[in-house]
């Protein structure tokens, strides 16, 4: 025993001499990369820097003639200029390698460009869009699905990608919900920092990693009415508690680059505010990456009515500490005038150029421009078999169960008659869901696809009504079939004559995602109406829905005996969905953002305030806080989400029932599988800070575990509680955690079902 103790430490020790190691020879590696980059740097021309923060789009197929006119022709001059540091959409690895190959070897430096992309929930292979990701609560799983992400668009020429969006957003109005994790910024966090590593890696020279990018700084998901690119205007206790944090996580994972917001905050766009940028960004918080605009922000401040022209545009934007310049052909025509007259410090524009000469030194582009250029691994990588399961394993994880009454779920596998209805049913191109660009169209498994793979049961489809005219653009209302129901008399009289009917409804992939806001959260269309008809036949309905944000879905909560929530889950979709109806998974996940019950409650969220008038004060009374024609309540609780089996909590224990600053304390239950089948339980903590300096919410998730049980088997759960899981932006106007009263809770969703209360003393 003393050998394998003596053994053990042995190794411990090994291990840290080697991560010392590792620490030391990556401290060495970024002082030989300044080395590089100041001499560099030295050699360069004001227009060659500048070149540096100019980013342009693709601008023409490079496998064709070379542009000899207009808008591309000037592009394509500067490129061979060496006054274009980056490009974007310019991807495959022909068309990669020639726009490389122009900048490295026909300017006068030879400096790379690095390569940008959407590569936001996959890359050809599609995972879940990113809010579905966060329904499994599954930090792993998150992290693989970005390294699919990354290691396809490497192979396909791409280092870098403008994601993860880090963006928390309490208003399911607002279409770009469906590219972030929710409200919480929590568990917002926690995936920035699994995302972040997932597409960097441990070494960002691989060519199987993308830098990353942190987006968008900042505020965009507060935007006024849920409205895309509106006002945002939150206080510094919001913007600090609940925007940051995920920010802050990202750079811990060491992101690369910041991506600026299209709104303003507080009267200033984001894109020329230096608050953000320069106080916040770069000096508080230390970031030594580089920030680019989003796209053509720079020229929107004007629109904004808050620069007059391009000109002010690009100095405002500059001095405010925004790097690069995507697509406002600002920086390119007006910066060199601007450093000549004074008005911006070419101190301003080598700061840039070294934050984003640096990160292409880190990318390993000087030591080989063609790093992500090899056509043998583009054909090996791209949709390969390990891909394919990683994102059909993320897809199961994604799925939350909502309802399951009757335990109409699981389905058997034998014997029955299942009946198939709705557009969404049959569509291979939705569940591909928004942002995936370079996704091919009509690549994903259907769902009928998925169940029919299942041999035992008869299967037989109906479409029911059709989601959209011509199904082709799903950015106007007009578009949506409000009128022909034709399908649905033949989807009634089949759901009539089978045992169970399946209803796939929800969002076409391109009703949500950026610019597809939307005042409605209903099931869009004829849609509700199809639901209700068919439930008059055959009572025995499993709604599934698929979808890029929370739906108000009132009436199938009260009367459907099930509902399955799978987003819009990417290239497994159907797969996925087959198994956890059919019980090969047990669904595990839970929601990351409140499902309302009414368009009027939004914005809606778990973690609010108590106010001075939280409860009615007496019988009859009107002066609280509430509705008078609805509930305060949702449809479905942040956190929420069930399995085929059930979970009991108790026993709740803590170790003290005080702690001082730097101690901690530990908070225990027993965790009990009632059910009969083996499931998995996302357990939630949460904390509440009485009495503080500012206004704290009800409660706070401060910490989660996945926990495996087989039936009827028990586990203890331990969870620590430390002096920084307490801190919290402060009346002082810093992140301490104050002494006093708290309250700790544990369940299975922000309703939760422990409580237990604790002291922070001197």
Not at 13 to 31: C, D, H, P, T, W
Not at 328 to 335: E, K, Q, R, V
Not at 624 to 644: A, K, V
């Amino acid at each position: 025993m003393k050998k394998i103790i003596i053994a053990i430490c042995f190794i411990f020790f090994l291990g840290q001499v080697q991560a010392q190691k590792v620490s030391i020879n990556r401290a060495k590696g970024k002082e030989l990369i300044q080395e590089k980059v100041e001499t560099l740097l030295s050699q360069m021309t004001l227009l060659e820097k500048i070149g540096q923060m100019n980013q342009y789009n693709g601008f023409w197929n490079v496998t064709g003639p070379n542009p000899t006119e207009g808008d591309a022709a000037k592009k394509y001059k500067h490129l061979k200029s060496g006054q274009v540091g980056s490009m974007l959409n310019v991807r495959g690895v022909a068309e990669v390698k020639r726009v490389q190959k122009i900048a490295v070897e026909e300017t006068r430096l030879g400096i790379p460009l690095i390569i940008g992309f959407d590569v936001i929930h996959g890359y050809k292979t599609i995972s879940p869009i990113p809010l579905a990701e966060a329904a499994s609560w599954d930090m792993d799983a998150i992290k693989k699905s970005a390294e699919v992400a990354a290691s396809e668009a490497g192979a396909s020429g791409i280092n870098w990608t403008f994601a993860p969006m880090v963006d928390i957003s309490r208003d399911a109005r607002w279409g770009r919900v469906m590219e972030g994790a929710g409200e919480d910024a929590y568990l917002g966090s926690k995936i920035a920092y699994a995302r972040v590593k997932g597409f960097q890696g441990e070494d960002l020279s691989a060519n199987n990693t993308i830098a990353a990018c942190a987006k968008h700084f900042a505020g965009y998901g507060f935007a006024e009415s849920g409205k895309d690119y509106n006002t945002v205007d939150i206080g510094m206790a919001t913007l600090q508690n609940i925007v940051f944090p995920p920010f802050k996580a990202a750079i811990k994972a060491d992101v690369k680059t910041f991506m600026n917001s299209f709104n303003e905050l507080n009267g200033i766009p984001a894109t020329g505010n230096a608050f953000l940028q320069r106080k916040i960004l770069k000096e508080e918080w230390g970031f030594d990456g580089f920030i680019v605009s989003d796209w053509g922000s720079i020229n929107e401040m004007i629109s904004h009515g808050y620069a007059k022209n391009k000109k002010q545009a690009s100095k405002i934007a500059a001095n405010a500490g925004s790097d690069m310049d995507m697509e406002s052909y600002a920086y390119i025509n007006h910066l060199e005038r601007l450093v000549n007259d004074g008005k911006v410090d070419v101190t301003i524009i080598d700061d840039a150029v070294k934050r984003i000469l640096t990160v292409k030194y880190e990318l390993g582009l000087f030591d080989d421009p063609y790093l992500y250029c090899d056509e043998k691994r583009e054909k090996e990588v791209i949709g390969s078999k390990k891909n394919q399961a990683t994102v059909l394993d993320m897809a199961k994880k994604s799925i939350v169960l909502l309802k399951n009454e009757k335990q109409l779920l699981p389905l058997q596998k034998k014997g029955l008659n299942i009946a198939v209805i709705g557009d969404l049913a049959n569509d291979k191109n939705s569940p591909l869901g928004s942002w995936r660009i370079a996704g091919e169209d009509n690549t994903a498994i259907s769902v009928l696809e998925g169940l029919k793979s299942f041999k035992g049961n008869k299967i037989t489809y109906e479409k029911g009504v059709t989601l959209a005219k011509g199904k082709t653009d799903f950015t106007l209302e007009t578009n949506i079939n409000k009128k022909n129901t034709s399908g649905i008399k033949e989807a009634v009289a089949l759901a009539s004559k089978n045992d169970i009917v399946i209803m796939v409804l929800g969002e076409n992939g391109f009703q949500s995602g950026e610019g597809r806001s939307r005042a409605s959260l209903d099931l869009p269309g004829l849609q509700q109406e199809l639901l209700e008809a068919v439930y008059k036949v055959n009572k025995n309905v499993v709604l599934v829905l698929m979808n890029g944000r929370p739906l108000t879905i009132n009436w199938a909560n009260d009367n459907v005996p099930v509902i399955l929530e799978t987003w819009h889950l990417g290239t497994q979709s159907g797969n996925a969905i087959a198994e956890v109806l059919y019980g090969d998974y047990n669904p595990s996940g839970k929601l990351p953002m409140t499902f309302p019950k009414s368009v009027g409650q939004i914005p809606i969220y778990y973690n609010f305030k108590s106010t001075g008038r939280p409860k009615i004060p007496a019988p009859n009374m009107v002066f609280w806080s509430h509705y008078i024609d609805e509930s305060n309540e949702p449809l479905y609780e942040f956190g929420y989400g069930l399995s085929y089996t059930s979970f009991k909590y108790e026993d709740l224990k803590l170790s003290e029932s005080a702690f001082a600053k730097g101690e901690e304390i530990k908070v225990s239950f027993t965790l009990t599988n009632t059910g009969k089948y083996e499931g998995k339980e996302v357990v939630q903590l949460y904390i509440q800070d009485k009495f503080a300096s500012r206004t704290r919410p009800i409660k706070e998730l401060k910490g989660f575990k996945m926990v495996s049980l087989k039936p009827g088997e028990s586990k203890e759960v331990t969870f620590s509680i430390n002096e920084e899981m307490l801190q919290f932006y402060s009346a002082n106007e810093k992140w301490e955690a104050e002494e006093g009263e708290f309250n700790v809770f544990l369940g299975g969703s922000s309703k939760t079902v422990l409580e237990s209360n604790f002291k922070l003393v001197d």
